[in-house]
């Protein structure tokens, strides 16, 4: 079994259906995949990722270095696999003042998919399904 980490912004963010799929397989495939992001769940856990969490668990590292955070307090999830379109976030604490993380929080303009709601509960349902099958076997 691979423990993989997926980025939120720029990375699942950037083409959320198709990271949908991917985290599907990856489930089915018997793979342990949680999304690892840098914000912080305080100010920035937001309607999509609050979505999100309902087919994977989301992990906030509060602007500290990926790795360090889930080294420490990951409850035993230290990934395989890092995907993130920031490679140095997972080693590196955020250095963005809390001027530009004001700025950004205002301005991120994230919005919901139309499709949002059926997207995440058709394969959450399939997962339900799999799990019944895998219990009777």
Not at 11 to 29: C, E, M, N, R
Not at 59 to 77: N, P, S
Not at 91 to 114: F, Y
Request: aromatic letters at 10%.
């Amino acid at each position: 079994m691979m423990k993989i980490a997926l980025d939120y912004d720029q990375t699942y963010s950037a083409d959320p259906y198709f990271w949908q799929g991917v985290i599907k397989l990856a489930q089915h495939a018997g793979h342990e995949i949680r999304i690892v992001t840098a914000r912080d769940d305080r100010f920035d856990r937001t309607e999509p990722l609050i979505h999100v969490e309902q087919i994977v668990p989301v992990i906030y590292c509060r602007g500290v270095a990926k790795k360090w955070h889930l080294t420490h307090f990951g409850d035993g999830f230290v990934p395989d696999i890092w995907i993130d379109d920031k490679p140095e976030s997972i080693t590196t604490n955020s250095s963005a003042p809390p001027e530009g993380l004001a700025e950004w929080r205002a301005n991120r303009g994230e919005a919901m998919p139309e499709t949002w709601e059926t997207l995440t509960l058709g394969i959450g349902r399939d997962m339900e399904r799999k799990r019944a099958k895998d219990q009777k076997a």
